[in-house]
């Protein structure tokens, strides 16, 4: 389906200040798939690059009070490897291919981003797949308790020991009253983040973190047909087990496509890289396929572990 997305830019123009109103139109293509993902496609060849943006509907706003910082928690364990992707390959494939990543959490809402050229377009689609869909496989206590220390130290940093850097945090517990959602920061509290347990962050992730729950966004040098195709072939499977009330559309998990190696990712997107391609692959570097899913995943067990 084509759209048009209207923004208004308002512009000043003679030394008088008149103002008038100019339309810039960003054409775009929105379509759901079966289990609920919102997907938003922009084409844009300016630059031989592209942005991936995936936003959940879930913030701070969604927390219970004694359990705060859960969602900006998430955002962190979201960059520590998932049931495909080693513990620390997600920055490592990444930015041997040219691109870089991060990720924001608000009262409303948490995102997560990479800018890469566009022929690594289909590396960011499998690790936001990925992660989304198999997070909860390579998550343990022990994660949990690296990235609840770093949020903690990131609180000290930010607020507590940073002058004036409390106000916001008491501006908002004085504008909004304690049962209120916005009366907590987002960040937390240190007494809540040492309180978050394992079993708490499995239970957000699998409240909130589903297709169902999040819209994925892609501009830039791409095709709408190819990358529509991709998208597909990356989160089509992806079961929507989401409970929040905000969530759409229910779809039973299906068959994952071929996963490739560790070792495919780490060595096809840098030499591909080197040899300044535009445009895909090399015929060496081509996206393996199999008959067995299972196969594929059980490679990238063993590749991890060498």
């Known amino acids: 389906m084509r759209r048009v997305l209207p923004i208004f830019v308002l512009l000043c123009a003679t030394a008088g200040y008149a103002q008038e109103d100019t339309r810039l139109v960003v054409p775009y293509e929105r379509f759901v798939l079966p289990n609920g993902l919102n997907v938003i496609l ?3 060849h300016t630059t031989p690059t592209v942005s991936v943006n995936v936003y959940y509907h879930v913030g701070s706003g969604r927390e219970k009070p004694g359990r705060t910082g859960f969602a900006h928690l998430f955002e962190h364990i979201m960059f520590e490897g998932s049931g495909h992707v080693p513990e620390g390959a997600f920055d490592n494939w990444l930015e041997a291919a040219g691109g870089n990543s991060n990720g924001s959490t608000t009262p409303d809402r948490t995102n997560y981003w990479e800018d890469i050229p566009s022929n690594a377009l289909e590396l960011a689609l499998f690790l936001e797949s990925d992660r989304m869909g198999y997070l909860v496989d390579a998550m343990s206590p022990e994660k949990v308790d690296g990235q609840r220390d770093v949020v903690k130290n990131e609180r000290r ?3 507590e020991n940073r002058p004036y850097g409390m106000a916001s945090l008491i501006i908002g517990e004085n504008m909004y009253p304690p049962e209120h959602s916005y009366h907590w920061p987002t960040i937390g509290s240190q007494e809540d983040l040492s309180a978050a347990s394992y079993d708490d962050v499995v239970e957000f992730h699998s409240t909130y973190y589903s297709p169902s ?11 709408i047909a190819e990358t529509r195709a991709l998208v597909e072939k990356w989160f089509a499977e992806t079961a929507s087990r989401c409970r929040a009330s905000t969530c759409r559309g229910t779809r039973r998990r299906g068959t ?3 996963t490739p190696s560790s070792t495919y990712w780490a060595t096809c997107w840098p030499a591909a890289r080197r040899r300044g391609s535009t445009s895909g692959w090399s015929t060496s570097c081509r996206s393996p396929r199999t008959s067995s899913p299972t196969r594929a995943r059980a490679s990238w067990v063993r590749a991890s572990r060498s």
């Open 42 to 44: 922009h084409e844009d």
């Open 157 to 159: 940093q930010s607020y």
């Open 213 to 223: 729950n999040a819209s994925l966004s892609i501009a830039g040098d791409i095709d």
């Open 256 to 258: 994952r496509p071929a």
